[in-house]
Nanobody, 122 residues
Framework: VQLVESGGGSVQAGGSLRVSCATF????????MGWFRQAPGKEREGVAA???????SYADSVKGRFTISQDNAKNTLYLQMNSLKPEDSAMYYC??????????????????RGQGTQVTVS
């Protein structure tokens, strides 16, 4: 599964950004997709996950501010980020297909991930 993120950038605190993840196979064939992030000097942190039945889950730190969604017609996964805070600054990675022992939960453990897109909030 090839994943390519885009849409990162710099924004002021309180602002919004939407990051996208283009996949090169039909998103409906991928059972679970998600986003995780990593800031310099910090561990990877799961952000959101989207299961094949449409159910979503979020880290407590982003709940109510971030929304994960997908457009199967465009084979694209999205993460809409609102009310951004400086602590949201990180490299954001799109990921797919977690190991069976992990399941479709908020996690940074996946079999596939993209190259990342930087989000900076000041």
């Amino acid at each position: 599964v090839q994943l390519v993120e885009s849409g990162g950038g710099s924004v002021q605190a309180g602002g919004s950004l939407r990051v996208s993840c283009a996949t090169f196979e039909h998103t409906s064939s991928t059972k679970c997709m998600g986003w995780f992030r990593q800031a310099p000097g910090k561990e990877r942190e799961g952000v959101a996950a989207l299961d094949s039945d449409g159910s979503t889950s979020y880290a407590d730190s982003v709940k109510g501010r971030f929304t994960i969604s997908q457009d199967n017609a465009k084979n694209t996964l999205y993460l809409q980020m609102n009310s951004l805070k400086p602590e949201d600054s990180a490299m954001y990675y799109c990921a797919a297909d977690p190991p069976l022992w992990v399941g479709c939960v908020v996690s940074s453990v996946y079999n596939y991930r993209g190259q990342g897109t930087q989000v900076t909030v000041s």
